[in-house]
């Protein structure tokens, strides 16, 4: 039989869909980048990525495990777009549309995700173009959870404006008068404990931010149960956001699969972790929700007690459930930031404290503070999504695509700060060293978050961080521990999550000393 006439149908057909498949590639001019799938390892340069969750990447060389953030910025400045292409080639669905970008483009999981590493996209996107990339992606898992109302996750809307707005009016700087005061009682009580046992600081500062949130919120400190709850609902949030871990993240479809059919296992995890996060959300807020009832003039300051008793002075009820909902989300979002800080500060400290408590100079701590941030900043990925289709610099970013900016490229960039990847105060402070300049970007601009979504709890951290950090340090020399050597920043292990907390350190000081 003659098979010509079949061979010239296939080519031809094959040829018009390799065409039409370019001519959509060329339509769309994606921003540089690859695509990723499932179960594959992928070499781009020097890099060796785990991609089944982006988050955890390795690298070899170096021996230190690389964190997404700093292979993000290698993709769009240092590895050209040769070493993408040559790389990209032997993976069949994989291209490359140009040269290094302030936007990167990849496809993770069957989701377009753009990672934003400069400052002036970022102004661009989440500023100016705000009313597009104000929402965060969707993580059902979140949602089987009951936690889809938590401010940090939520989508852009009314009920997101009306918390925002609450924890604005209940925290901002002109109110302090009503906050500080918690936030100074707490402190002090750190540094009494801090004097009983000095060598427990790790846990007693963890203690202190929880405790002046839980304050800050319900008007009461934390007790032993409501502790063990907080740990096991914090836990259950690490878990649910470990990424590629969950299928049902990646196939919204799965929300519906049952509890009882094999492989329903998630579902009957979510329904666990639902019910202690009511129980966590719910029990401190019925109790302030009591003695407003019965005892309104005696109940101290809280964000529930302010807010509740408004809502039912304007008669507005069903803003009953977004103060509890908001409420249950400040302690998460403040939480662990803080924790994180609290860690930095400690395990720089063993090198910078000392002079600092000699010279104790005021602008010195303010250095120090802003280079933590810019050193490793907590968040250094926000989490945004594109809500419509949109183009930045002739590149298109699809809508619902997951918008990844890049803060830690931006504390990083070699032409605002000169040696980034040093840990130097004085960068801040003119006439120390001839690099320094008053006018350097202060890195809390960014850490806190750009546009709309920017952290509302900005005042209070910045507060409770300064007091601990000049209390601690009138208080208390730290010093490293003599047996664990020199202390090196290059000891310092970060998580790759999207709160970045430092995991070990070698040369974390033993103990503080009063
Ligand atoms: C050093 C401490 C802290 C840092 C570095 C930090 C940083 C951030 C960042 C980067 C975001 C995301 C912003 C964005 O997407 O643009 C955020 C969101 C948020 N933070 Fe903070 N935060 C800190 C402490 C706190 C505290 C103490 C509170 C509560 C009193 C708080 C409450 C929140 C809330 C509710 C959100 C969600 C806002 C939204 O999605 O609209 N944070 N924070």
């Given at each position: 039989m ?7 149908i296939l ?5 018009l869909?390799l065409s ?5 590639r ?14 594959s ?5 020097c ?6 969750g ?7 060389p170096?021996?230190?495990?690389t ?5 993000y910025?290698k993709?769009?400045d240092?590895c050209?777009?040769?070493?993408l292409?040559?790389h ?6 994989s ?24 400052l ?12 597009n990339y104000?929402?965060?992606?969707d ?9 889809q ?10 009920r ?10 209940t925290?901002?700087g ?8 918690v ?17 427990d ?13 839980t ?5 009461q ?8 709850l907080?740990d096991?609902?914090?836990e ?7 990424p ?13 699969y049952?509890?009882w ?17 009511n ?16 005892s ?13 008793a408004r ?19 400040l302690y998460?979002a ?12 400690q ?24 280079e933590?941030?810019?050193y490793h ?6 989490t ?11 590149y ?11 803060i ?17 105060p004085?960068r801040f402070i003119?006439?120390?060293n ?8 202060d ?16 005042t ?12 601690v ?10 047996t664990?050597g020199?202390?090196?920043?290059e ?7 999207t709160?970045?907390?430092v ?12």
């Amino acid at each position: 039989m003659n098979s010509w006439p079949a061979i010239i149908i296939l080519t031809t057909v094959w040829g018009l869909m390799l065409s039409l498949h370019a001519a959509r590639r060329r339509r769309r001019r994606l921003p540089p980048g690859i695509v990723i799938s499932y179960s594959s390892r992928l070499r781009v340069g020097c890099l060796n990525i785990d991609l089944i969750g982006l988050q955890r990447p390795t690298i070899t060389p170096p021996k230190a495990q690389t964190m997404p953030w700093e292979i993000y910025k290698k993709w769009s400045d240092t590895c050209g777009a040769q070493t993408l292409r040559h790389h990209a080639l032997s993976f069949s669905r994989s291209y490359i549309s140009a040269l290094g970008s302030a936007i990167i483009h990849l496809i993770a999981h069957q989701s377009d995700v753009v990672v934003v590493n400069n400052l002036e996209a970022a102004h661009e996107l989440l500023e100016i173009r705000s009313h597009n990339y104000s929402s965060r992606p969707d993580i059902p898992m979140m949602e089987l959870m009951g936690r889809q109302d938590n401010v940090v996750i939520q989508k852009y809307g009314k009920r997101l404006r009306v918390a925002r707005q609450m924890i604005h009016e209940t925290f901002s700087g002109r109110k302090s008068s009503e906050w500080l005061p918690v936030v100074e009682k707490e402190c002090s009580e750190l540094l009494l404990r801090l004097l009983d046992d000095p060598t427990d600081f790790r846990r007693l500062i963890q203690r202190y931010v929880g405790s002046f949130i839980t304050c800050l919120t319900y008007g009461q400190g934390l007790d032993v149960d409501y502790l063990r709850l907080v740990d096991q609902v914090s836990e259950h949030g690490s878990q649910a956001a470990v990424p590629g871990r969950w299928w049902v993240n990646s196939y919204p479809i799965l929300k519906y699969y049952p509890s009882w059919a094999p492989g329903g296992e998630f579902q009957r995890w979510a329904r666990h972790a639902r019910k202690a996060f009511n129980e966590f959300t719910f029990t401190p807020f019925n109790r302030v929700k009591q003695e407003l009832l019965f005892s309104p003039g005696t109940v101290p300051f809280s964000f529930v007690q302010k807010n509740l008793a408004r809502a039912v002075e304007e008669g507005e009820f069903n803003t009953e459930n977004v103060v509890a909902g908001t409420a249950a989300s400040l302690y998460s979002a403040a939480v662990d930031t803080e924790k994180a800080v609290e860690e930095i500060r400690q395990v720089i400290g063993t090198e910078r404290l000392p002079n600092m408590g000699d010279s104790g100079e005021l602008p010195y701590v303010e250095a120090l503070i802003k280079e933590l941030h810019r050193y490793h900043p907590i968040v250094p990925l926000l989490t945004r999504s594109a809500s419509e289709a949109d183009q930045y610099q002739g590149y298109l970013i699809p809508k619902n695509a997951w918008v990844l900016v890049n803060i830690w490229a931006i504390t990083h960039n070699e032409e605002e700060y000169d040696n980034p990847t040093q840990f130097e105060p004085e960068r801040f402070i003119q006439g120390i060293n001839t690099r320094s300049s008053p006018n350097k970007k202060d890195p809390r601009d960014f850490t806190f978050g750009i546009g709309r979504r920017r952290c509302p709890g900005s005042t209070i951290a910045n507060a409770a961080i300064y007091l601990a950090i000049t209390g601690v340090l009138a208080s208390f020399s730290i010093k490293a521990s003599d047996t664990k050597g020199k202390d090196s920043l290059e000891d310092i292990k970060f998580s790759g999550s999207t709160i970045s907390l430092v995991t070990s350190c070698l040369s974390l000081p033993d103990q503080l000393s009063a």
